[in-house]
């Protein structure tokens, strides 16, 4: 059967790779697993993440919304300011499902990339 059974990779375009990699992997502490031209493969809990130069003009946009899921969003929210993450907003209640509420901050990568933070926390 061909039916889809997880994520293998996350590619995300980028506009200076070297001060990308710095980012990903010093800042936000991501494992960098090798990296070989214009191509960094990180991985995220098992799930491959890729900065590449885009091939071509058609490709340099922003990527899609990357949610890095985190223990205690106030923490690392604190954490990442401190190494200066360019954050759009601070944690906030997204959504409160049950006994769940789901927390999330969004900021930039240093390639204007919009990602976020995000929590879930028990309550009750």
């Given amino acids: 059967m061909g039916a889809i059974q997880t994520i ?3 590619g995300v375009p980028v506009k200076d790779f070297e001060r990308a ?3 990903y992997q010093g800042v936000l502490q ?3 697993l090798f ?3 214009t191509l960094a493969f990180f991985d995220c ?9 885009p091939e071509k003009e058609e490709f340099a946009h922003a990527s899609s919304i990357l949610y890095f899921q985190v223990a205690n969003i106030q ?7 401190d190494k200066n993450v360019s954050f759009i907003d601070e944690p906030h209640l997204i959504a409160k499902m049950g006994e769940t509420e789901t927390w999330m901050a ?4 240093t390639e204007d990339n919009t990602h976020a ?3 879930e926390v028990q309550i009750g």
């Fill in 45 to 53: 809990n098992g799930i491959r993440l890729l900065l590449s130069l």
């Fill in 21 to 23: 990699i710095r980012f």
């Fill in 35 to 37: 990296s070989t031209g």
């Fill in 75 to 81: 923490e690392a929210y604190a954490e990442f300011t």
């Fill in 106 to 109: 969004f900021f930039k990568d």
């Fill in 30 to 32: 991501l494992p960098l």
């Fill in 117 to 119: 933070l995000m929590s």
């Fill in 8 to 10: 293998g990779q996350i």
